[in-house]
């Protein structure tokens, strides 16, 4: 027996003013079914949820929702949490918090998740559930949601949708493709049609070179055909052509007929695309005139802390030239903070040729009333054509990079502070959230420049296929030590 259909979405159209952000023919959820939708930021993921939870209405088109969903917003509720069950309050670490007037953003996200448990509907709608969460919220949520029947989750964690989902959707210039099966499995189909779409296209230009080349020879025949033959006179021609079964003319104008004939097959070709390929120039690193030292940063019996809470109680660590780095542990165990003492060199030895750069999360080092590439500009000891493809690589195209800074989304701040950061005279790259803000494409374009970074780097994620990608090492902060290990 088939599985019963929860929700339908039929010949949408999505408009806001003269851009149109969605134009698709269906979306089904089948009762049983747990889809992830992704696309770049702004493609419209956050609209389609909306419009399956009944909460906004499509320009066009019809949804029809035969069951009662759950949609969990991305930013937070409204503060009242009374309709959370205080036993699922507590099986998400936040019984207590239910009653307090003030929360932070993780304590939300997981209240807020406890509704959903709490709830009980047939239809769960997520939209960034891991927002906030640390690594071990994380992965209860992973634990959770396989509990749920029928889910439609939009995130940015690979693990998340690797683990949960059985089907992904991606959404591409307003059309919805469908791939079987979690992340991973989408991911390598993709490819294949990638490479199938370039294949079609080699062949498109194959022919269509083919018939350019037919109609250039039988436009230049119908010209021959067209003139009289040398030495001969109008009335010797003339003659010469009562002899012969068809005019000079007749034939010309056939072969005319046939290259038009050709010209119209050019045209009513289908058009194939070249599939979009990334630039592949990086920087020349030497420029950076990175330090020998086969240790670049020697923390040893590091003690810190604020008034009256101690971070780090004789803490010891070092890391290696050239790795990278990944500090992991929960949320308030003093990872920023060693970020920021390694920065600030506060009780901690670095080496005199490290120069470090700081991705930071309020993006202070961008002049927002510059362009992008002024931005770049102005930092950059590599020429401008390098600095260009890297621009290109994390997904900044010609039009956003003539943007003032202060017209930028979140997302392409983050992007532009990394390209000035991989520009710059740093050999030294210290990263707090970077997958902040960033679509999973923009995410595996910043991993695809990071594993490709010569120099070190050391960095905090809540990303576990960011750090698995990325990380050389792991130093695990926790109870006041600094550690190698890993708590993912």
Aim: aromatic letters at 8%.
């Amino acid at each position: 027996m088939a599985n019963k259909l929860l929700i339908s979405a039929e010949n949408i159209e999505q408009t806001y003013g003269d851009l149109t952000i969605l134009d698709f023919e269906r979306f089904y959820l089948y009762e049983g079914e747990k889809v992830g939708i992704v696309g770049v930021n702004g493609s419209g993921k956050t609209t389609i949820l909306k419009m399956l939870a009944g909460k906004i209405k499509p320009t066009s088109g019809t949804v029809h929702i035969n069951c009662t969903p759950f949609y969990f917003q991305q930013f937070g509720s409204d503060g009242e949490y009374y309709d959370a069950d205080y036993a699922e309050a507590g099986k998400m670490g936040v019984s207590e918090q239910m009653w307090q007037d003030k929360v932070s953003g993780g304590e939300d996200t997981r209240i807020r998740l406890a509704q959903l448990f709490s709830s009980r509907r047939a239809v769960a709608l997520l939209d960034e559930p891991t927002s906030n969460l640390d690594s071990t919220g994380v992965e209860l949520l992973k634990k959770r949601l396989c509990e749920i029947d029928t889910l439609v989750i939009v995130s940015h964690d690979r693990s998340l949708l690797n683990a949960i989902c059985d089907r992904i959707v991606e959404v591409s210039f307003g059309k919805l493709y469908s791939y079987n099966g979690n992340y991973d499995d989408y991911m390598a189909q993709k490819e294949l049609r990638v490479k199938s779409d370039l294949a079609e296209y080699e062949k498109y230009q194959a022919e269509k070179k083919r018939l350019q080349s037919v109609y250039r020879q039988k436009k230049a025949k119908a010209k021959t055909l067209d003139k009289k033959p040398k030495n001969l006179s109008s009335s010797e021609a003339k003659a010469l052509a009562l002899c012969g079964n068809r005019k000079p003319e007749d034939k010309a104008r056939n072969m005319e007929k046939s290259a038009e004939n050709v010209l119209k097959r050019i045209e009513h070709m289908e058009v194939k695309e070249k599939p979009k390929e990334e630039p592949v120039a990086r920087p020349d690193f030497r420029l950076t005139n990175p330090p020998k030292n086969p240790i670049v940063i020697r923390g040893e019996h590091v003690t810190f802390g604020y008034d009256d809470k101690l971070i780090f109680d004789d803490a010891n660590f070092m890391i290696k030239n050239g790795s990278k780095v990944a500090l992991v542990g929960d949320n308030g165990a003093g990872k920023t903070t060693l970020l920021e003492l390694i920065e600030k060199r506060a009780g901690i030895y670095v080496v005199p040729g490290a120069k470090i750069g700081y991705a930071r999360q309020n993006m202070s080092q961008i002049d927002m009333e510059k362009t992008v590439l002024e931005n770049v500009r102005n930092v950059s000891i590599q020429p401008e054509s390098i600095a260009r493809i890297i621009l290109a690589r994390l997904l900044l195209t010609e039009k956003d990079i003539a943007k003032k800074a202060r017209d930028l989304s979140g997302g392409e701040r983050m992007k532009l502070s990394f390209a000035m950061l991989f520009v710059s005279d740093v050999n030294f790259l210290i990263l707090d959230e970077p997958t902040n803000y960033l679509d999973i494409p923009s995410i595996e374009a910043l991993e695809r420049l990071l594993i490709e970074y010569e120099g070190t780097l050391v960095f905090v994620s809540h990303d576990r296929v960011f750090v698995d990608n990325i990380a050389t090492e792991k130093l695990l902060v926790k109870d006041g030590k600094i550690q190698p290990g890993d708590d993912f």
